[in-house]
Every structure is written in structure tokens, then in C-alpha cells.
């Protein structure tokens, strides 16, 4: 066989287990032992491994923690080999270790290939390595979920193109539904909102505020304040600069320069460095000059009017108000103002809004419609050809006359999609509800499994099921736990065959107490406590010759040395023998 298997498992401290390593078989083990012995610790124990919830009363009463390390084999270049590479993880000769720890105080660890991961990588892993079945898994088949699941991964891409379509543009329509519903039921919120910023823009535009404006004005209205201070600076600057005409006699800074220019000026042919001097004090009196006309042109401009300081703080009253309300400048009232327009034309906007999602939605219901056709004509042909093929397993599973179909229907719902002249509910999957029927026997009309199924019936129906998703979908390794439960006599042997047939394409292990079934086993493991009530490293035990023809005996009689047992478990150790 190719492909993954799962080798062995060290289990230590997990309910009545110690100490104990169980070596599985590449094709069929079977798990056997009295009635508590710890079996499903075995599965428990796989189910940690895959990333299962860490329960910490799982925890061996007197441990700290409880450990459960596994060894896969696993081929180069595969999924499960690519995927924990990613997470860092390092291969052991071929083989992946895999280990999980729980403490008694509810914590949990985990580690792959040595390397410390989360939880969810083992889940991750699980998917691709390992189904496993057991009473709960039964029940999750009956849900109606489960079984339109099974339909589609029985389909393939049958299913699997169209439903990823489907898939988005249902995301795409709850998108759009749900941005049409808030404009629709926030309409009164948004027409205010409107009727607001309508408001405020149009007192700014009333206003006609210029970017700095504000500053402009603060300026103007601090030199208009102090206008008669000012010139007054200014005349007095200059008469100390020319002169004063009042004062001819007066001594001023310009006559003063001028003087000391001309006395420099008769010498400085002589010396370099006083024809330098000279030439700076030119240039003073220059600046002198220059300074002194503008004194007397900013005197002579001051306006000292006092209705333009009215006019001015008027304005900046105006301004104040638009930045007490919408900014703490003009520039920031000005960028509320923009911003502003720009969500008010969204707000009015809304009714072209509606009309844009509206026609979308309807759109979009329409394509989901006929993707909706689409995936429901996949669904029936699967359905057709996947009951065919269980109710032939069924036959091999001692069950000849039944009958397995489905039910593939869709519920009116006027807010639904319109598929065939109908309006039906619609769903993230579609708007099929699948449902698995069976007939037991010829006459007996179709029924839920749920209904039409007893427990060794139910059990039979999911080994048929997983059979046929072997030959369609294989997974490398299938772990049944009391999948065999309520059955007995002709058709428990003819699970057991149907295991061993599975087998050989995958590793199957199987927790069971029906020695038909265990006799098909390539390896029988035997759980047994010690006189203390725990499961040691001696306690999981591989059964070959006189060992498990005592087993087998144990299992059909109780009583290990009857000699009719003897020879029933020898018997069945033949046949299955004959059947490989």
C-alpha cells in the first residue's frame, strides 16, 4: 500500500492508560478488549494527535499531565509533507513525529516534527491524513448538512465549480443587501445629516472666507488700532534721520554722515584702507537716505480712518463665527467646507445609490438563480450514481434488499431566488436541502436514516458511505470506533470483510468487540488493565497464533478455553484468511 500510515502511538497518562505504545498495521488492525480495558483511549488518543479539544479530566488521576506521541510515515512531495515543512517541522527518516500534551490544569501543546506549532496545524494535517468514525460521527450524518457535504465531496468538481461561483456572488449579494439596508433604514439619519451640512455650507458661502484672511485682518486691525502712535514713531524717526524743517538749526543723522563723508573724501587718495572707510560711509548715508523717504511715504499712507477699523472688525466678527463652528482657522473651515460638499453629494446621491444597488441585487439574484439550477442538476446526477453505489455496498454488507436514495428539495420563500418557475430559499451552499433516504427492505418506503435505520442498520450505512468515498476521494488512513455496533452474526462478518477490502487501498484501524470483524485484521492489538485497573506498556499487546485464537474466543464465548469457541474463532480466522 501507498501512501501515508500512521506506525505507532506512545500514549501516557490519558484515562486508565499508564505507559503504553500501540503499532499499527499498514492495512487493517483491529483494537480489541474487555469492556473498559481503554480501547477508546485509542481513538481519544488518535483524536489529540489530530488536533481534537484537550479535555484536562482525560488527564490520569496523580499526573500532571497526560502525552500522546505519534509517528506517520509520510511520502516525499505530498500535501501533508509540504504543509508541515511550512510550519517549520523536520521529517524523522520518512516519518513525521507528531506529539500532543495536556496538563491536568486544562493546558495543551503541541509540537510537529519537533517544532513547537498550534493546535490547528495538527487540524489541518488531519484533514489530509486521517477520517475517523465513531458513534458521534453517525450522529453528525444524520444532520442534513452533513449529508449535502457528503454529496458534494462525492461530486467533486462536479459540484465544486459552480459552488464556488455560487459562493461569491452570494457574498457579493449579502454585500449589497446589507449597503441598500442601511441606506434605506437610515434614510431619516441621513436626510439630517444632510439638511446639516447643506446648513453649514451655506453660511460659509454667505461669508466668502479667503484662505488667511483671518491673519490678514488681525494685522490690519492691530496697526489701525494704533495708527496716530504709529505715525507719530515715524515722523519722529525720520527728523532724527534728515532733520525737522521747523528746526533748521536741529543736528540730524543724514548732516552728520554727509560731514564725516567729506572729511574722509579730501584724503583718501592717500591711504587704501581710509578710501574704504570713506566709500562704507557713502553707502550709510545712502541707506540714510532711503530709510528716511519711507518713513515719510508710511507716515503719509497710514490710514487712520476709524470706519475702515469698523469695517475690519466687522469681518473678523464674520470670521469668528465660521471658526467657532467649523474650525479653529480659516484654513480649517475652509477643508471642512470641501470635505462637506463632498459627503453632501454622496448623501444626495443616495436615491441614484438605490437605484445602482437595487439593480444589483436583482442581478445578482438572477445569476444565483441559475447557478442555483446549476448546482442542484450536479447534485442529482451525484446523487443518482453515490446511492447507486451504497446500496451495492449495502448488499455486501449483509443488507441485500435495501434501498439507498436521496431527497433533493428546495422550500418557496418569496424573498428567495427564482429557480424553475419558483421562488425558493436560498443558502450559502445554494438552495438544495439533501437528505439521505433508505428502504431496508422491498416494500418499506424511502425514510430519513435517521428513521429508517437502526443502529447496526445506521452503522452499516456509514462503513457503505466511507467504502464508496474511498474509491472517489480516498484519505490515507480511516479509524472506525464501534462502527459495528448492534450488528452481529452473517453481517458483522461481512463488515469485517468490507474493512479488510478498504484496507487495501488505505490503513484502516478498527476499535471493535465483534471477533467476525477483528478475524479480517492484518494485526490484532489486545488492550488489558493490569490487577491496579491501568493499561501498563505489557497492557496493548500485538495477538498472533495461539494468542488471538484465544482473543477471538474471549470475544465469542467469554470463555477463552471453550473448545466450541476455539474452533468458531478458528474458523473465522479462516475464512478471512481465504478471503485475502
Given at each position: 500500500?501507498?501512501?501515508?500510515?500512521?506506525?505507532?502511538?506512545?500514549?501516557?497518562?490519558?484515562?486508565?492508560?499508564?505507559?503504553?505504545?500501540?503499532?499499527?498495521?499498514?492495512?487493517?488492525?483491529?483494537?480489541?478488549?474487555?469492556?473498559?480495558?481503554?480501547?477508546?483511549?485509542?481513538?481519544?488518543?488518535?483524536?489529540?494527535?489530530?488536533?481534537?479539544?484537550?479535555?484536562?479530566?482525560?488527564?490520569?488521576?496523580?499526573?500532571?499531565?497526560?502525552?500522546v506521541e505519534g509517528?506517520?510515515?509520510?511520502?516525499?512531495?505530498?500535501?501533508?509533507?509540504?504543509?508541515?515543512?511550512?510550519?517549520?517541522a523536520?521529517?524523522d527518516?520518512?516519518?513525521?513525529?507528531?506529539?500532543?500534551?495536556?496538563?491536568?490544569?486544562?493546558?495543551?501543546?503541541?509540537?510537529?516534527g519537533?517544532?513547537?506549532?498550534?493546535?490547528g496545524?495538527?487540524?489541518?494535517?488531519?484533514?489530509?491524513l486521517?477520517?475517523?468514525?465513531?458513534?458521534?460521527?453517525?450522529?453528525?450524518?444524520?444532520?442534513?448538512?452533513?449529508?449535502?457535504?457528503a454529496?458534494?465531496?462525492?461530486?467533486?468538481?462536479?459540484?465544486?465549480?459552480?459552488?464556488?461561483?455560487?459562493?461569491?456572488?452570494?457574498?457579493?449579494?449579502?454585500?449589497?443587501?446589507?449597503?441598500?439596508?442601511?441606506?434605506?433604514?437610515?434614510?431619516?439619519?441621513?436626510?439630517?445629516?444632510?439638511?446639516l451640512?447643506?446648513?453649514?455650507?451655506d453660511?460659509?458661502a454667505?461669508?466668502?472666507?479667503?484662505?488667511?484672511?483671518?491673519?490678514?485682518?488681525a494685522?490690519?486691525?492691530?496697526?489701525?488700532?494704533?495708527?496716530?502712535?504709529?505715525?507719530?514713531?515715524?515722523?519722529?524717526?525720520?527728523?532724527?534721520?534728515?532733520?525737522n524743517?521747523?528746526?533748521?538749526?536741529?543736528?540730524?543723522?543724514t548732516?552728520?554722515?554727509?560731514?564725516?563723508?567729506?572729511?574722509?573724501e579730501?584724503?583718501?587718495?592717500?591711504?587704501?584702507?581710509?578710501?574704504?572707510?570713506?566709500?562704507?560711509?557713502?553707502?550709510?548715508?545712502?541707506?540714510?537716505?532711503d530709510?528716511?523717504?519711507?518713513?515719510?511715504?508710511?507716515?503719509?499712507?497710514?490710514?487712520?480712518?476709524?470706519?475702515?477699523?469698523?469695517?475690519v472688525?466687522?469681518r473678523?466678527?464674520?470670521?469668528?463665527?465660521?471658526?467657532?463652528?467649523?474650525g479653529?482657522?480659516i484654513?480649517?473651515?475652509?477643508?471642512?467646507?470641501e470635505?462637506s460638499?463632498a459627503?453632501?453629494?454622496?448623501?444626495?446621491?443616495?436615491?441614484?445609490?438605490?437605484?445602482?444597488?437595487?439593480?444589483?441585487?436583482d442581478?445578482?439574484?438572477?445569476?444565483?438563480?441559475?447557478?442555483?439550477?446549476?448546482l442542484?442538476?450536479?447534485?442529482t446526477?451525484?446523487?443518482?450514481?453515490f446511492?447507486?453505489?451504497?446500496?451495492?455496498?449495502?448488499?455486501?454488507?449483509?443488507?441485500?434488499?435495501?434501498?439507498?436514495?436521496?431527497?433533493?428539495?428546495?422550500?418557496?420563500?418569496?424573498?428567495?431566488?427564482?429557480?424553475?418557475?419558483?421562488?425558493?430559499?436560498?443558502?450559502?451552499?445554494?438552495?438544495?436541502?439533501?437528505?439521505?433516504?433508505?428502504?431496508?427492505?422491498?416494500g418499506?418506503?424511502?425514510?430519513?436514516?435517521?428513521?429508517?435505520?437502526?443502529?447496526?442498520?445506521?452503522?452499516?450505512v456509514m462503513?457503505?458511505?466511507e467504502?464508496?468515498?474511498?474509491?472517489?476521494?480516498?484519505?490515507?488512513?480511516?479509524?472506525?470506533?464501534?462502527?459495528?455496533?448492534?450488528?452481529?452474526?452473517?453481517a458483522?462478518?461481512e463488515?469485517?470483510?468490507?474493512?479488510?477490502?478498504?484496507?487495501?487501498?488505505?490503513?484502516?484501524?478498527?476499535?471493535?468487540?465483534?471477533?467476525?470483524?477483528?478475524?479480517?485484521?492484518?494485526?490484532?492489538?489486545?488492550?488489558?488493565?493490569?490487577?491496579?485497573?491501568?493499561?501498563?506498556?505489557?497492557?496493548?499487546?500485538?495477538?498472533?497464533?495461539?494468542?488471538?485464537?484465544?482473543e477471538l474466543?474471549?470475544?465469542?464465548?467469554?470463555?477463552?478455553?471453550?473448545e466450541?469457541?476455539?474452533?468458531?474463532?478458528?474458523?473465522?480466522?479462516?475464512?478471512?484468511?481465504?478471503?485475502g
Amino acid at each position: 500500500m501507498v501512501g501515508d500510515v500512521l506506525e505507532e502511538m506512545r500514549i501516557r497518562s490519558l484515562g486508565v492508560i499508564d505507559d503504553a505504545v500501540v503499532e499499527l498495521s499498514p492495512g487493517f488492525t483491529a483494537v480489541t478488549g474487555e469492556t473498559g480495558a481503554g480501547k477508546t483511549m485509542v481513538v481519544t488518543s488518535l483524536g489529540l494527535l489530530l488536533g481534537g479539544r484537550a479535555d484536562p479530566a482525560l488527564v490520569r488521576i496523580g499526573a500532571k499531565s497526560a502525552v500522546v506521541e505519534g509517528r506517520i510515515a509520510l511520502p516525499a512531495g505530498g500535501t501533508a509533507v509540504v504543509r508541515a515543512e511550512e510550519a517549520g517541522a523536520e521529517l524523522d527518516d520518512g516519518a513525521l513525529l507528531v506529539s500532543r500534551t495536556v496538563s491536568a490544569e486544562g493546558r495543551s501543546r503541541a509540537h510537529l516534527g519537533g517544532r513547537s506549532v498550534p493546535v490547528g496545524v495538527l487540524a489541518e494535517l488531519a484533514d489530509e491524513l486521517v477520517a475517523v468514525h465513531g458513534q458521534t460521527d453517525q450522529q453528525g450524518l444524520l444532520k442534513l448538512s452533513r449529508q449535502r457535504q457528503a454529496l458534494d465531496r462525492y461530486a467533486g468538481d462536479a459540484v465544486a465549480g459552480p459552488l464556488d461561483k455560487y459562493v461569491g456572488a452570494y457574498r457579493r449579494l449579502r454585500a449589497v443587501s446589507a449597503e441598500l439596508d442601511e441606506i434605506t433604514t437610515r434614510a431619516r439619519e441621513r436626510a439630517q445629516e444632510a439638511d446639516l451640512l447643506r446648513f453649514g455650507l451655506d453660511e460659509i458661502a454667505a461669508v466668502e472666507p479667503r484662505a488667511g484672511e483671518d491673519a490678514e485682518l488681525a494685522a490690519e486691525a492691530e496697526r489701525l488700532g494704533h495708527a496716530e502712535a504709529l505715525a507719530s514713531a515715524a515722523t519722529a524717526a525720520h527728523a532724527a534721520l534728515a532733520g525737522n524743517p521747523e528746526d533748521p538749526e536741529g543736528i540730524d543723522a543724514t548732516t552728520l554722515v554727509a560731514g564725516a563723508h567729506r572729511a574722509l573724501e579730501a584724503v583718501r587718495s592717500h591711504d587704501a584702507a581710509l578710501a574704504a572707510l570713506s566709500g562704507r560711509i557713502g553707502e550709510i548715508g545712502i541707506l540714510l537716505g532711503d530709510v528716511a523717504g519711507e518713513l515719510v511715504g508710511y507716515a503719509d499712507d497710514l490710514d487712520a480712518d476709524p470706519l475702515r477699523l469698523a469695517a475690519v472688525e466687522e469681518r473678523r466678527a464674520a470670521l469668528t463665527q465660521l471658526t467657532r463652528k467649523y474650525g479653529e482657522d480659516i484654513g480649517a473651515v475652509l477643508e471642512w467646507a470641501e470635505k462637506s460638499a463632498a459627503r453632501l453629494t454622496e448623501l444626495d446621491g443616495d436615491d441614484e445609490r438605490i437605484g445602482e444597488l437595487t439593480a444589483e441585487r436583482d442581478a445578482l439574484r438572477t445569476e444565483l438563480g441559475a447557478l442555483a439550477r446549476t448546482l442542484t442538476d450536479a447534485r442529482t446526477e451525484a446523487a443518482e450514481r453515490f446511492a447507486a453505489a451504497v446500496t451495492a455496498e449495502l448488499a455486501s454488507l449483509a443488507m441485500p434488499h435495501a434501498r439507498v436514495s436521496f431527497d433533493i428539495r428546495q422550500t418557496d420563500d418569496p424573498e428567495g431566488v427564482e429557480l424553475g418557475g419558483r421562488t425558493v430559499a436560498y443558502g450559502p451552499a445554494g438552495v438544495d436541502e439533501v437528505e439521505l433516504l433508505l428502504a431496508p427492505h422491498p416494500g418499506a418506503p424511502p425514510r430519513p436514516i435517521a428513521k429508517g435505520a437502526s443502529g447496526g442498520e445506521l452503522s452499516r450505512v456509514m462503513l457503505a458511505v466511507e467504502v464508496v468515498f474511498a474509491g472517489t476521494d480516498p484519505v490515507p488512513t480511516y479509524l472506525f470506533d464501534e462502527v459495528d455496533a448492534g450488528v452481529g452474526g452473517k453481517a458483522a462478518v461481512e463488515i469485517g470483510r468490507r474493512l479488510a477490502k478498504l484496507a487495501r487501498t488505505a490503513q484502516v484501524v478498527v476499535v471493535t468487540h465483534l471477533p467476525q470483524v477483528a478475524a479480517f485484521a492484518d494485526r490484532q492489538l489486545l488492550v488489558e488493565k493490569t490487577d491496579d485497573g491501568s493499561v501498563t506498556r505489557s497492557g496493548v499487546k500485538i495477538l498472533e497464533g495461539e494468542d488471538r485464537v484465544r482473543e477471538l474466543s474471549r470475544m465469542l464465548a467469554g470463555q477463552e478455553d471453550s473448545e466450541t469457541a476455539r474452533a468458531h474463532a478458528e474458523e473465522l480466522l479462516a475464512t478471512a484468511r481465504g478471503d485475502g
